[in-house]
């Protein structure tokens, strides 16, 4: 129920508000504001029952798998890490974020009686020293530059805005003897927003060549996703010789989808999916 009304609150704010890519303005405050609160209520509530599951099940030091989050959106990635805890309680989750986002996670986390959703936490200054990561192209490189300081041996790399609709194993499985995955969306180009990978040279260098391409062009180019394209391509060029890089089902990754269970993707193909975003 709590996911529905996450998928619901979502749908309802791009259908009457517009969202920041539309380049809308919401045309009621008041009720933008009562979303707000159902949403934030819903969060809240997922946040504490993921908490006391999350406490209640033994954490691995040094796990082999995990996640990772890059994100200065604290309500956003919330709610991503709340839901993966719901359905997998065991998942251990590393944060990349500026100091100051890890300092309101620090004083919630405190509200809550230090009930922890994250396992690891990481200031992207410590990663980007000098860098700006709350503007755009900071942003963008603090998430590119997180890939290659992943704590696990295989890491899935998930956006803010994703939702797990049930345990994600099946993507590390579905990795088998590659360096790294994706999921290619309109049959060729590779969506950056949910990733599977080895800690490995070949992964590295991959993701160095994609931090390195588009830090380049930040400035002008506020968009990350055609630039691992771009890598992609020099990879398989010769540029990371013996790189294993596999296309993943696209249940891993739906995209144009609200709410789990069977549903429409936006290629039009009915699925049951995994992850939603």
Same mark, same amino acid.
């Given at each position: 129920?709590?996911?529905?009304?996450?998928?619901?609150?979502?749908?309802?704010?791009?259908?009457?508000?517009?969202?920041?890519?539309?380049?809308?303005?919401?045309?009621?405050?008041?009720?933008?504001?009562r979303?707000?609160?159902? +949403?934030?209520?819903?969060?809240?509530?997922?946040?504490? =029952?993921?908490a006391?599951?999350?406490?209640? =099940?033994?954490?691995?030091?040094?796990?082999?798998?995990?996640?990772?989050?890059?994100? *200065?959106?604290l309500?956003?990635?919330?709610?991503a890490?709340?839901?993966?805890?719901?359905? !997998?309680?065991?998942?251990?989750?590393?944060?990349?974020?500026?100091a100051?986002?890890?300092?309101?996670?620090?004083?919630?986390?405190?509200?809550?009686?230090?009930?922890?959703?994250f396992?690891?936490?990481v @200031?992207?200054?410590?990663?980007?020293?000098?860098?700006?990561?709350? !503007?755009? =192209?900071?942003?963008?490189?603090?998430?590119?530059? @997180?890939?290659?300081?992943?704590?696990?041996?295989?890491?899935?790399?998930?956006?803010?805005?994703?939702? +797990?609709?049930?345990?994600?194993?099946?993507? #590390? !499985?579905?990795?088998?003897?590659?360096?790294?995955?994706?999921? @290619?969306?309109?049959?060729?180009i590779?969506?950056?927003?949910?990733?599977?990978?080895?800690? *490995? +040279?070949?992964?590295?260098?991959?993701?160095?060549?994609?931090?390195?391409?588009? @830090?380049?062009?930040?400035?002008?180019?506020?968009?990350?996703?055609?630039?691992?394209?771009?890598?992609?391509?020099?990879?398989?060029?010769?540029?990371?010789?013996? /790189?294993?890089?596999?296309? /993943?089902?696209?249940? #891993? *990754?739906?995209?144009?989808?609200?709410?789990?269970?069977? +549903?429409?993707?936006?290629?039009?193909d009915?699925?049951?999916?995994?992850?939603?975003?």
């Amino acid at each position: 129920q709590a996911l529905k009304k996450i998928s619901w609150a979502k749908s309802k704010f791009k259908t009457r508000y517009g969202s920041a890519h539309t380049g809308l303005h919401v045309i009621d405050p008041r009720a933008l504001t009562r979303l707000r609160i159902r +949403a934030q209520k819903t969060m809240l509530w997922r946040w504490a =029952a993921a908490a006391l599951a999350a406490a209640a =099940a033994p954490r691995t030091a040094g796990a082999r798998d995990g996640y990772l989050f890059v994100t *200065n959106r604290l309500d956003e990635v919330l709610v991503a890490i709340a839901q993966l805890k719901h359905v !997998d309680p065991r998942a251990n989750a590393t944060l990349v974020a500026d100091a100051a986002t890890l300092a309101e996670l620090a004083s919630r986390e405190a509200a809550s009686g230090n009930r922890r959703l994250f396992d690891i936490t990481v @200031a992207s200054e410590a990663l980007l020293p000098g860098t700006a990561t709350t !503007d755009s =192209a900071g942003f963008r490189i603090q998430k590119l530059r @997180a890939l290659r300081h992943t704590p696990y041996d295989r890491t899935l790399y998930l956006d803010s805005d994703t939702v +797990a609709c049930g345990p994600l194993t099946a993507i #590390f !499985d579905a990795l088998g003897d590659l360096d790294a995955g994706g999921v @290619a969306q309109h049959e060729t180009i590779v969506n950056g927003g949910v990733l599977a990978y080895r800690r *490995n +040279a070949r992964a590295f260098k991959l993701w160095e060549r994609w931090e390195t391409t588009f @830090a380049a062009v930040a400035r002008t180019q506020r968009r990350e996703q055609p630039l691992l394209q771009d890598a992609l391509k020099w990879s398989f060029d010769g540029g990371v010789p013996g /790189l294993r890089f596999g296309r /993943l089902n696209r249940t #891993f *990754n739906c995209r144009g989808v609200e709410t789990c269970g069977v +549903a429409t993707t936006r290629r039009g193909d009915r699925a049951r999916c995994l992850l939603v975003h």
